[in-house]
């Protein structure tokens, strides 16, 4: 296991890879020597992926799976290990987000983004934890975010799963530590994807004001998050457990200066 190749031998799971922060984290993985499993619900999804990394040189094993569906989840994981080898890394990268003020959110809706961003890793990290257990060890990277510190307009189940994800991060980490199991969360800032899209469009009051409230004075892309994962997910973070890494360019560490401030 080479510095260059901290991840030769590993086998990682990275959910909702098909583009976006996923599939940046994934490639950044598999660039540091792991063999790349990634996940989505829609299979045309993960067949365009699967070309996609292909082109770069990666053989992405690819599944079709819901993170919110327990039974399938249950069922898959062994397969996945069965057919590719023990799962060493997760990666609950999945997610959605609606932006709907709190006093128009229908129930069902604000359930289904806890159910993606919250049960999901829930779901998914319950299902690998067992075989890390067995084998003795293992990598857990949540997804978390500026909302699991901040609150926004419109983004309120978003936060409040975000939040969460947080805590649940802490709680593996309680649980699981102790069989040399390291849990951790990457807190992206404001990142270039389709997921942002409708707010980073020029002229959008909130794309000036991201720019304006992001010290490094830009979005991030998701390859500004490649590093950190591959961080977590090797034996450089076995002494770090609970801790949500955030990489933000610089947005948590400051209150902000008024737009006509240098
Ligand atoms: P994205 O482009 O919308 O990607 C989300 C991925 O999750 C997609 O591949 C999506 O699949 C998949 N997904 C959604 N529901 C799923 C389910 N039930 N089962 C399996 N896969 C599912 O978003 P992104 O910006 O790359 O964000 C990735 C993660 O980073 C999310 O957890 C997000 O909350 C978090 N994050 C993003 C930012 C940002 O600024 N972009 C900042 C902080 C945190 P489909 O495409 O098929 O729907
Ligand atoms: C929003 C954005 C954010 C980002 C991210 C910030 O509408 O505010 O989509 O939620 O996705 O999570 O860290």
């Known amino acids: 296991m ?40 829609f299979p045309e999804k993960l067949e365009a992926a699967g070309a996609e990394y292909a082109q770069n ?28 080898g023990p799962i060493d890394i997760l990666v609950n990268n999945a997610g959605i987000i609606k932006r709907i003020p709190i006093l128009e959110m229908p129930a069902d809706e604000y359930r289904e ?26 990598k857990i990277i949540n997804m978390c975010s500026m909302m699991s510190e901040l609150g926004r307009n419109t983004v309120s189940a978003y936060a409040a799963s975000k939040g969460g994800l ?14 040399n199991i390291q849990v951790n969360g990457i807190g992206p800032g404001y990142i270039a994807t389709a997921q942002t899209a409708p707010i980073r469009v020029d002229g959008h009051p909130f ?31 076995d002494f770090v457990n609970g801790h949500v890494l955030y990489v933000d360019g610089g947005i948590l560490a400051t209150i902000g200066k008024p737009a006509n401030e240098e």
């Open 207 to 237: 794309n000036d004001f991201i720019i304006g409230r992001t010290p490094a004075g830009r979005w991030g892309t998701p390859e500004d998050l490649a590093g950190t994962a591959v961080f977590l997910a090797s034996k450089a973070s």
């Open 166 to 179: 947080k805590m649940l991060t802490r709680n593996m980490a309680t649980e699981w530590a102790r069989h």
């Open 113 to 138: 983004v806890l159910d993606v961003n919250l049960a999901g890793p829930f779901i998914m990290g319950r299902a690998v934890a067992k075989g890390m257990v067995e084998r003795g060890g293992g």
């Open 57 to 84: 040189g990666i053989q992405a094993h690819t599944y079709e799976l819901d993170v919110t569906d327990e039974a399938a989840v249950e069922r898959a994981i062994p397969i996945i290990e069965e057919e590719v």
């Open 2 to 41: 080479s510095q260059a190749q901290p991840l030769t031998g590993k086998t990682a799971l990275v959910t909702g890879a098909t583009h976006g922060i996923g599939m940046a984290i994934a490639t950044g993985l598999a660039g540091a020597g792991a063999t790349i499993v990634v996940n989505d619900v």
